[in-house]
């Protein structure tokens, strides 16, 4: 079975604050791929990352950061110098490696408040 | 642009009606296609795995005779919501993948209410 846990459920900061917001999962299988999605007010789900479990390179794009550490099981996602426009639900999410359409398990997400 | 169309967006509905919802794929044939359910404040809930031309696989305790599903084309997905009620008011969200190792889009969702 697959598991994501995401243990923090609200965070709020102040604009150019530095945020982390947390994922640990569980998974049997030794090949798997992590995401980040990004929910809006509006409801529809913004596509932020993918990373296979053979890639173990931190990655940044923008003021995005995500730091995969496979020996812990975690998959943490950085916000650097948050906006308010940041302010929304984040949700981790894991699938299994084969299979074309493997659905995704989703952490609880964690709601991010950023206050100007 | 979207990959996934998903219609309505907001839906009112009276209680012991029925409610469809569709979801297209809209440049690339999608066999599978996953329908999840979000309370407020809470996650995504996988409901069912539909597949083009055969029937529906439901996730444990999601009543399929409720939650109708048919998959008759691979650019279209229909959920349909028989004999809404109250309790099934929450937002309805269709996913697809293009392939192997690709992320998983998603449709714009559905706000369904039950009065």
């Known amino acids: 079975a697959q598991k994501v846990t995401q243990a923090q459920t609200e965070i709020s900061v102040v604009e150019k604050e530095d945020v982390t917001l947390d994922c640990v999962y569980e998974t049997r299988d030794t090949t798997y791929y992590l995401f980040w999605y990004k929910q809006p007010p509006s409801g529809e789900l913004v596509f932020l990352i993918r990373?296979?479990?053979?890639?173990?390179q931190n990655e940044i794009s923008g003021r995005y950061s995500w730091n995969f550490q496979k020996s812990t099981s975690s998959f943490n996602f950085t916000i650097t110098a948050s906006q308010v426009v940041d302010s929304a639900v984040y949700f981790c999410?894991?699938?299994?490696?084969?299979?074309?359409?493997?659905?995704?398990?989703f952490g609880k997400g964690i709601t991010l408040s950023v206050r100007p | 642009g979207a990959v996934v169309s998903q219609h309505p967006s907001r839906v009112i509905c009276k209680s012991g009606t029925s409610v469809k919802i569709e979801c297209r794929s809209l440049d690339f044939q999608a066999t599978t296609m996953f329908w999840y359910r979000q309370f407020p404040k809470q996650s995504l809930m996988l409901m069912a795995t539909?597949?083009?031309?055969?029937?529906?696989?439901?996730e444990q305790g999601v009543e399929k005779d409720k939650f109708l599903i048919n998959h008759a084309s691979l650019t279209l997905s229909t959920l349909t919501v028989t004999s809404a009620h109250p309790e099934d008011s929450s937002f309805y969200i269709c996913s697809t993948r293009k392939g192997e190792g690709t992320e998983a889009f998603f449709g714009q969702g559905t706000r369904l209410t039950v009065v």
């Open positions: 999410a894991l699938s299994r490696y084969t299979g074309a359409n493997s659905k995704l398990t």
């Open positions: 539909s597949n083009e031309g055969s029937k529906a696989t439901y």
């Open positions: 990373r296979n479990s053979f890639d173990e």
